[in-house]
């Protein structure tokens, strides 16, 4: 349950009652929490854009280049996700070690159109390229 901020401001009209015994004390807390709790749906920059999108370019042109099974595509992208392998399976109806052995399948293409791809690395050399620090005269 999340703390609402007429919670807060109910707490604080206590006098000198834990946890909120000063005004400035509690304004300290509420910024604290706003801090803490607000930061979620933060834009990225335009060098973390530029790098997302390079990886998403790598990625989506990696899978269509593997000429993986659509079984194979629906485990990886659900792999990817952040899904289990027993949580795959489930979805699919079958076992975990059916839906790993998928996953092993469509890994094994991966690393082979990985290797002949032409764009293999650029979201990393982009990304090591703008975090040098050049030389300031």
Avoid at 19 to 35: G, I, V
Avoid at 56 to 77: D, G, H, I, K, W
């Amino acid at each position: 349950m999340q703390a609402k901020e007429t919670d807060f401001w109910i707490a604080s009209e206590r006098n000198g009652e834990y946890p909120f015994t000063r005004e400035d004390s509690f304004e300290r807390k509420l910024r604290r929490h706003r801090k803490l709790h607000m930061n979620l749906g933060e834009p990225l920059d335009a060098q973390q854009q530029a790098i997302a999108y390079l990886e998403r370019v790598e990625m989506e042109y990696l899978l269509q280049r593997a000429e993986l099974t659509p079984r194979q595509r629906y485990v990886c992208e659900q792999y990817l996700n952040g899904l289990t392998l027993r949580e795959i399976g489930k979805r699919m109806g079958v076992s975990k070690q059916a839906a790993a052995k998928t996953l092993k399948f469509a890994l094994v293409k991966l690393k082979r159109a990985w290797r002949s791809n032409p764009f293999h690395g650029l979201a990393e050399v982009y990304r090591r390229e703008v975090s040098r620090v050049g030389s300031r005269r």
